[in-house]
């Protein structure tokens, strides 16, 4: 069975464990620094599998020396976001606890490939990425299904057709910028752009931009978590599979879509080897421009960080 550990057993942290469970293909860790909490977290989940039928372990634990020989690593440590924060605000806070999250996992896994969810998405990637001193290869960061999951849910609310049926794609940084691209979106193959008016695709575009503060406005005391950790459970899933699954996520650039240096959402193939290819859409002008807007703030968050953080 393989091994995926979750640093941070909080609300995204343990919802992934939830949704791994029932997938039933690895084994799962949950570390957190609160004492008793993952371990409670664990066992609770553990005590649920004779009732779905589902055969893995689950530990919880406060020693990363439990994370030992993990495939993957999920880390979901820090702080959510809260009513006017915006995903930059929690910079310096988790910064810390993902560079020393991204340093403890790969003490005890040296070879794990590492899956980020804490926000500000790009930046904690390229921030685990530098730590660690990882190929591209082995370090991607969760956003882009998400995001994508989330227009994909606003065109079924408005049309009425399966989410199945509804393939949509969201590049770009992890922020208010981000890119739906509504030309490479589609119902059953058919363009968004033919299916709905203009004036309704437009107003699911500014949604999703936003879905993620829509949430925290609603919670008001943290942010998403079972969509997020649905996506990180797709992507689990596509690596320890070898499928090939190309996704929306967050890899480091090495030229694709002129950008270097900086982690981006772009079509990702995940398989065993982790990022396997950085997929290269063909742009137009207008979705350059908006590209290149999102990746200035990408650039900005990254520069931030650099000056707070010794690499
Ligand atoms: N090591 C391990 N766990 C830590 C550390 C650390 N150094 N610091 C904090 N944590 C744990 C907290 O104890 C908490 O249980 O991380 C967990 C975070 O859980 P929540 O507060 O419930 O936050 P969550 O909603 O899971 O979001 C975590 O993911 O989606 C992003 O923006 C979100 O940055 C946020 C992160």
New binding site residues.
């Given amino acids: 069975m393989s091994k995926v550990s979750i640093?941070?057993?909080?609300?995204?942290?343990s919802t992934t464990a939830h949704w791994l469970a029932e997938r039933e293909i690895a084994d799962l860790v949950l570390?957190?620094?609160?004492e008793g909490?993952p371990q409670g977290k664990a066992l609770d989940l553990l005590e649920a599998l004779p009732i779905v039928g589902r055969d893995v372990s689950v530990v919880g634990s406060n020693d990363y020396a439990a994370t030992k020989g993990s495939d993957i690593v999920v880390i979901?440590?820090?702080?959510?976001?809260k009513p006017g924060m915006s995903?930059e605000d929690?910079l310096t806070t988790?910064a810390k606890?993902v560079g020393?999250?991204t340093t403890n996992s790969l003490e005890h896994s040296p070879d794990a490939i590492i899956i980020v969810?804490?926000?500000p998405l790009d930046t904690m990637a390229y921030l685990a990425m530098k730590v660690g001193r990882l190929p591209r290869e082995r370090i991607v960061g969760q956003a882009g299904v998400l995001d994508s999951a989330r227009m994909r849910a606003f065109v079924a609310l408005e049309t009425g057709v399966s989410v199945e049926n509804i393939q949509c794609y969201v590049m770009g940084g992890h922020g208010d910028e981000m890119v739906p691209l509504t030309r490479h979106s589609n119902i059953a193959g058919v363009p968004l752009r033919d299916y709905l008016p203009a004036d309704k695709l437009e107003a699911i575009v500014n949604r999703t931009r936003k879905g993620g503060g829509e949430i925290v406005n609603l919670l008001k005391t943290?942010?998403a978590?079972y969509a997020?950790a649905a996506a990180v459970a797709q992507m689990v899933e596509a690596i320890l599979k070898d499928k090939r699954l190309v996704v929306p996520a967050a890899a480091f650039m090495q030229g694709e879509y002129g950008l270097k240096d900086i982690f981006f959402g772009a079509p990702v193939q995940l398989g065993r080897g982790g990022v396997e290819k950085v997929i290269e859409y063909k742009l137009e002008a207008d979705e350059e421009a908006a590209l290149e807007a999102s990746a200035a703030a990408v650039r900005e968050s990254i520069g931030v960080m650099m000056g707070l953080v010794k690499i």
């Fill in positions: 640093i941070g057993a909080g609300m995204t942290g570390v957190d620094i609160l909490m979901t440590a820090g702080i959510p976001r995903r929690l988790n606890i020393d999250a969810l804490t926000n943290g942010s978590y997020p």
